[in-house]
């Protein structure tokens, strides 16, 4: 059963920064790809950034590109999301996800098959 933990989430003042972990179990870590998405209320969930199961390719939604960068340590099972330059619109639940198989879109909700329960980041203006 694979489990994900996020934390890390909090209240930050506009032009702060954050950094979320997402603490995995349940299966090989290092085999599969990890993805960090958000869900503001009223809103649909969106991409904000993947990484490969080897941490060399990255890709990021484009409102977070420049100020977010994912990052993930294969020794300690965890993905991280550190969030510079916090906007008020960065507001929302953040949820970490990794997909079951290999061929996966790594832009896309369906791509991912297991999910964390997520972290509340709020940006105060």
């Known amino acids: 059963q694979v489990q994900l933990v996020e934390s890390g989430g909090g209240l930050v003042q506009a032009g702060g920064s954050l950094r979320l972990s997402c603490a995995a179990s349940?299966?090989?870590?290092?085999?599969?790809?990890m993805g960090w998405f958000r869900q503001a209320p009223g809103k649909e969930r969106e991409f904000v950034a993947s990484?490969?199961?080897?941490?060399?390719?990255?890709y990021y939604g484009d409102s977070v590109k420049g100020r977010f960068s994912i990052s993930r340590d294969n020794v300690k099972d965890t993905v991280y999301l550190q969030m510079n330059s916090l906007k008020p619109e960065d507001t929302a639940v953040y949820y970490c996800?990794?997909?079951?198989?290999?061929?996966?879109?790594?832009?896309?909700?369906?791509?991912?098959?297991?999910w964390g329960q997520g972290t509340q980041v709020t940006v105060s203006a």
């Open positions: 990484i490969s199961w080897s941490g060399g390719i990255t």
């Open positions: 996800a990794t997909p079951s198989r290999l061929d996966y879109n790594p832009r896309s909700l369906g791509g991912y098959d297991y």
């Open positions: 349940g299966r090989t870590f290092s085999t599969y790809a």
